[in-house]
């Protein structure tokens, strides 16, 4: 435990964080401060944790055509954030109080993307959310992905069947009032979650790391293109508390566990003219929870 009240420069809330409409656990004294909670696979948290994890993956986004050696593609997607089940915001593993809050979600995660051609066939991907507070959360989140097309048969019509091999990755933070935002907050019951006067500023740590397997079918003259896509993502999420108790408690618990999880998803995307497209994908860890992209892609030719 640690004496007195800790300050810290950070932009107040007025709602819980909703740019990834995620909600984890609202502490109470009956919490195990300074401390390292390891929940099970099964446990709420660790589900929780899992759950929000879908729709910040790294899939193909709805474009998996190659690229020539140096040639950029452009993309910007909006991936649609699906809400947990009361159930399991019901903490069970970490905490002694428990509380379960309704939160305003954003149902929308928004995320630009860049592709460029490498020499080989391959094709190297990424995605950066700076440190931008955005409805109440700040994220700041970096992905990367390595493909590789084949090409496995030729069409009469003068389409492609191929096969591509990608992998993938997610590091990084969202912070923000997540388990005790400003309207939670309480000073009649010291036995109770949220008792304080300021809201948390708690940290959520995604980390995964994948790989998938995808079959692309692409239309004469590569006006449009759909796949379907597997594969099994590595998660290593983890989420830090930060909130201060009224009488000088701190509480910064933090939660840990590792988890494997199976994907499969489908997109596709439809050329608008000879550089632009529309893109759309379903993506689903059928464990967890299901999300869909739509966005659109510019390829400088």
């Known amino acids: 435990m640690r004496a007195t009240s800790i300050s810290r420069s950070r932009p107040y809330a007025t709602r819980t964080v909703s740019l990834f409409g995620f909600l984890v656990i609202a502490s109470g004294l009956g919490a195990q401060t300074n401390a390292t909670c390891r929940p099970d696979e099964d446990s709420n948290e660790a589900k929780l944790l899992a759950f929000f994890a879908t729709p910040i993956a790294f899939s193909p986004g709805g474009i998996t055509d190659a690229l020539p050696p140096w040639r950029v593609r452009l993309a910007l997607e909006a991936s649609y954030v699906p809400s947990p089940s009361r159930e399991m915001q019901q903490p069970e593993a970490c905490y002694g109080v428990k509380k379960t809050e309704n939160t305003d979600l954003s149902p929308v995660l928004p995320r630009p993307r860049v592709a460029v051609g490498l020499p080989g066939g391959f094709v190297l991907e990424g995605s950066y959310l700076p440190p931008i507070t955005v409805a109440d959360a700040e994220p700041n989140l970096g992905s990367l992905a390595l493909s590789r097309p084949w090409t496995l048969r030729e ?77 099994v993502t590595l998660l290593r999420p983890r989420f830090e508390v930060g909130f201060q108790y009224l009488g000088g408690i701190y509480d910064d618990t933090k939660i840990v566990v590792d988890m494997t999880r199976f994907a499969i998803g489908g997109g596709a995307w439809y050329r608008v003219g000879s550089a632009a497209a529309i893109t759309g994908e379903l993506y689903s860890v059928p464990t967890d929870a299901t999300t869909f992209r739509i966005g659109g892609a510019y390829t400088f030719r």
Do not use: K
Request: hydrophobic residues 30%; proline residues 5%.
């Open 155 to 231: 069409s009469p019509d003068g389409g492609t069947i191929a096969l591509v091999l990608r992998m993938h990755g997610t590091l990084g933070r969202v912070r923000g009032s997540i388990t005790c935002p400003d309207e939670s907050l309480q000073q009649s019951d010291p036995t109770a979650a949220c008792y304080g006067s300021e809201a948390s500023w708690d940290t959520y740590e995604p980390n995964m790391f994948g790989g998938e397997v995808t079959l692309a079918r692409e239309g004469a003259g590569q006006r449009w293109g759909a796949y379907g896509t597997g594969g």
